[in-house]
C-alpha cells in the first residue's frame, strides 16, 4: 500500500526535530532512512507510526488519512494496518512465542482456529516452526527479533516500519536477517520504511534510500545512485567516502569539466554538478581505490598527479590502507586502498595520482 508523507513536522520544545519531510513510499517499496542520531529519522517512523502526533503535515497509508495538521484528524496506531519492528524487540517476556504473535489477535478479539493457523504459518515463514510453546524469555537475540518480524507481519499489515530492528545483534547475524527481512517483505508485499545509521545494511535492503540530516531529506535516490553521487559533503561524509577535501578555487576546464585546487601540491580535473560556478563552498571527493601510487621520485607531472610522504599503513585482512600526506599541506591527506605495495613504509616519499575521470564536485550543502 502506499505511504505519503507531506509537510511534515514535530518538535519537541523549542527543538524543532522534523522539519517539512515529504516521502512518498510506493506500494511493496522497501525505503530507508538513513542518518545520524537526531536528524529525525526515528521521530518521522514514529508520527508515521502514529506512536508521536505530529504538530502538522499529512499522513496518508493508502487512500486512508490518518493524520491531518489542519483538519485535526489523528488515526490511532492500532487502527493503521501497519507492522512494526523496534530496536528492543517489544517482547512478552512472560508469554511463549505462540502468545506473543497471536497478541495482536488478542488485542483485536480475534480467536479460533484461523488465528492459530495464521500464527503458525507467519512462526514458519521466519524459521521458528517448533517453538511455538517456548518462553520469550529463553531465545537468543536472533530468534527474538524473528519473533518480533512474526508478529508484525500476522496481521497482514499494509505496511511494515523498523526502528534499527538488526542494531543489537552480532555483525554475522545481521548479514544473515538482512537477506531474510528483505526476502520475507517482497514476499509479504508490504511497503516497508527501514531506519537505520548503518550504510552497508541502508545499501543492502533499500530500493532507495532517504537521507536525513538536522531534521531535512537531503538526499532520495537508488542505493547505487547516492553511494557514486551523493548530493553535499554531508551526504559524501556520511556515507563513508573516505577522500573529501575542501576546494581552495575552482576554474573552468576542458570540455565542461572543472579544475580544483585543493592545496599547492594537489590539483584535480572532474565532473561537477549542474550549475556549478566559481567561487566557495565546493569540495571535492574521490574514492581510497582511484588513487595510485608508486616508489618512484615524488614529481608532480599533471592535474591528478601529486608528491606525497606516507603518514600511516594499516592492514586490514585482505587490502593495505595508506593515510597520505600531499606536499606539506596537513589539510590535504589522502587515504589510498591497495594489495600489491607492501613495501612502502611510513616516512617514504612517493608519487601518487588520482585516476582521471573520478575526482567529483559537491556543494557544501544542497539548497533547502
Given at each position: 500500500?502506499?505511504?505519503?508523507i507531506?509537510?511534515?513536522?514535530?518538535?519537541?520544545?523549542?527543538h524543532?526535530?522534523?522539519?517539512?519531510?515529504?516521502?512518498?513510499?510506493?506500494?511493496?517499496?522497501?525505503?530507508?532512512?538513513?542518518?545520524?542520531?537526531?536528524?529525525?529519522?526515528?521521530?518521522?517512523?514514529?508520527?508515521?507510526?502514529?506512536l508521536?502526533?505530529p504538530?502538522?503535515?499529512?499522513?496518508?497509508?493508502?487512500?486512508?488519512?490518518?493524520?491531518d495538521?489542519?483538519?485535526?484528524?489523528?488515526?490511532?496506531?492500532?487502527?493503521?494496518?501497519?507492522?512494526?519492528?523496534?530496536?528492543?524487540y517489544?517482547?512478552?517476556?512472560?508469554?511463549?512465542?505462540?502468545?506473543?504473535v497471536?497478541?495482536p489477535?488478542?488485542?483485536?478479539?480475534?480467536?479460533?482456529?484461523?488465528?492459530?493457523?495464521?500464527?503458525?504459518?507467519?512462526?514458519a515463514?521466519?524459521?521458528?516452526?517448533?517453538?511455538?510453546?517456548?518462553?520469550?524469555?529463553?531465545?537468543?537475540?536472533?530468534?527474538?527479533?524473528?519473533?518480533a518480524?512474526?508478529?508484525?507481519?500476522?496481521?497482514?499489515?499494509?505496511?511494515?516500519l523498523?526502528?534499527?530492528?538488526?542494531?543489537?545483534?552480532d555483525?554475522?547475524?545481521?548479514?544473515?536477517?538482512?537477506?531474510?527481512?528483505r526476502e520475507?517483505?517482497?514476499?509479504?508485499?508490504?511497503?516497508?520504511?527501514?531506519?537505520?545509521?548503518?550504510?552497508?545494511?541502508?545499501?543492502?535492503?533499500?530500493?532507495?534510500?532517504?537521507?536525513?540530516?538536522?531534521?531535512?531529506?537531503?538526499?532520495?535516490?537508488?542505493?547505487?545512485?547516492?553511494?557514486?553521487?551523493?548530493?553535499?559533503?554531508?551526504t559524501?561524509?556520511?556515507?563513508?567516502?573516505?577522500?573529501?577535501?575542501?576546494v581552495?578555487?575552482?576554474?573552468?576546464?576542458?570540455?565542461?569539466r572543472?579544475?580544483?585546487d585543493?592545496s599547492p601540491?594537489?590539483?584535480?580535473?572532474?565532473e561537477?554538478?549542474?550549475?556549478?560556478?566559481?567561487?566557495?563552498?565546493?569540495?571535492?571527493?574521490?574514492?581510497?581505490e582511484?588513487?595510485?601510487?608508486?616508489?618512484?621520485?615524488?614529481?608532480?607531472?599533471?592535474?591528478?598527479?601529486?608528491?606525497a610522504?606516507?603518514?600511516?599503513?594499516?592492514?586490514?585482512?585482505?587490502?593495505?590502507?595508506?593515510?597520505?600526506?600531499?606536499g606539506?599541506?596537513?589539510?590535504?591527506?589522502?587515504?589510498?586502498?591497495?594489495?600489491?605495495?607492501?613495501?612502502?613504509?611510513?616516512?617514504?616519499?612517493?608519487?601518487?595520482?588520482?585516476?582521471?575521470?573520478?575526482?567529483?564536485?559537491?556543494?557544501?550543502?544542497?539548497?533547502r
Open positions: 500500500m502506499r505511504l505519503e507531506s509537510g511534515l513536522r514535530k518538535s519537541y520544545g523549542r524543532l526535530a522534523v522539519r517539512d519531510v515529504g516521502l512518498v513510499v510506493e506500494e511493496g517499496e522497501f525505503v530507508v532512512i538513513l542518518g545520524p542520531s537526531g536528524c529525525g529519522k526515528t521521530t518521522t517512523l514514529r508520527c508515521l507510526a502514529g508521536e502526533k504538530d502538522d503535515g499529512t499522513i496518508r497509508i493508502g487512500t486512508a488519512t490518518v493524520f495538521g489542519g483538519g485535526a484528524v489523528f488515526v490511532p496506531p492500532e487502527q493503521r494496518n501497519i507492522g512494526m519492528i523496534f530496536q528492543s517489544a517482547l512478552w517476556p512472560h508469554m511463549t512465542v505462540f502468545e506473543n497471536a497478541f489477535f488478542e488485542a483485536r478479539r480475534q480467536r479460533g482456529p484461523q488465528v492459530r493457523d495464521r500464527v503458525r504459518d507467519v512462526l515463514l521466519v524459521g521458528l516452526a517448533g517453538l511455538e510453546d517456548r518462553s520469550a524469555s529463553l531465545l537468543s537475540g536472533g530468534q527474538m527479533q524473528r519473533v518480524l512474526a508478529r508484525a507481519l500476522a496481521c497482514k499489515p499494509a505496511a511494515l523498523f526502528d534499527e530492528p538488526l542494531s543489537n545483534l555483525l554475522k547475524l545481521r548479514h544473515h536477517l538482512r537477506q531474510e527481512l520475507l517483505q517482497k514476499t509479504s508485499g508490504a511497503s516497508a520504511v527501514f531506519v537505520t545509521h548503518d550504510q552497508s545494511e541502508a545499501a543492502a535492503l533499500a530500493d532507495r534510500i532517504v537521507v536525513m540530516n538536522e531534521g531535512r531529506i537531503v538526499q532520495s535516490d537508488t542505493p547505487e545512485k547516492l553511494f557514486s553521487r551523493p548530493a553535499d559533503r554531508f559524501a561524509d556520511f556515507i563513508g567516502i573516505p577522500n573529501l577535501l575542501p581552495r578555487a575552482v576554474t573552468a576546464a576542458s570540455d565542461g572543472w579544475k580544483v585543493v601540491h594537489l590539483a584535480l580535473e572532474g561537477a554538478p549542474s550549475g556549478v560556478r566559481p567561487g566557495d563552498g565546493w569540495w571535492v571527493w574521490f574514492r581510497a582511484h588513487v595510485e601510487m608508486t616508489a618512484a621520485a615524488p614529481r608532480a607531472s599533471g592535474c591528478g598527479d601529486f608528491p610522504r606516507i603518514v600511516q599503513r594499516t592492514f586490514t585482512g585482505t587490502d593495505y590502507v595508506y593515510r597520505l600526506q600531499a606539506h599541506a596537513p589539510e590535504a591527506s589522502v587515504e589510498v586502498t591497495a594489495r600489491d605495495v607492501r613495501k612502502l613504509e611510513p616516512g617514504d616519499l612517493i608519487a601518487a595520482r588520482v585516476l582521471p575521470g573520478q575526482a567529483h564536485l559537491v556543494p557544501d550543502a544542497t539548497a
